[in-house]
């Protein structure tokens, strides 16, 4: 583990801009993201979204821009028949074909039966 360190105001401001975003207004390398609500509201729905707009370089919610790369999706909750019907929903819904992101997402699923 690294030593703590100590930035001025100044010193933290040259910083800002200098990791590249992933979700334009969001996320950025290296920073991680929950999304947080109450049950059967639509996490993982937004979520394979997301994972979508981002291994196409689309846009996320009409309005964030995502930087193309690869995703992982580690999801403890759903069937893989679910998150598989779920996946094809919402690539016809974004005109995705699977070439465009067969090599971009790579899925663990907790729950195999």
Not at 65 to 70: H, S
Not at 75 to 86: N, V
């Amino acid at each position: 583990m690294g030593s703590l360190k100590i930035l001025s105001p100044g010193e933290l401001l040259q910083l800002n801009g200098t990791n590249p975003p992933i979700v334009r207004g969001l996320l950025s390398r290296g920073q991680s993201m929950s999304i947080h609500g109450p049950l059967m509201c639509g996490r993982s729905w937004l979520a394979l979204d997301l994972a979508m707009a981002v291994a196409t370089g689309g846009v996320w919610l009409n309005k964030f821009p995502c930087l193309p790369g690869k995703v992982l999706i580690f999801d403890g909750k759903l069937h893989q028949e679910t998150r598989a019907d779920r996946m094809e929903r919402l690539m016809q819904a974004r005109n995705i074909h699977i070439e465009d992101v067969d090599d971009m997402i790579d899925l663990i699923s907790m729950r195999t039966e």
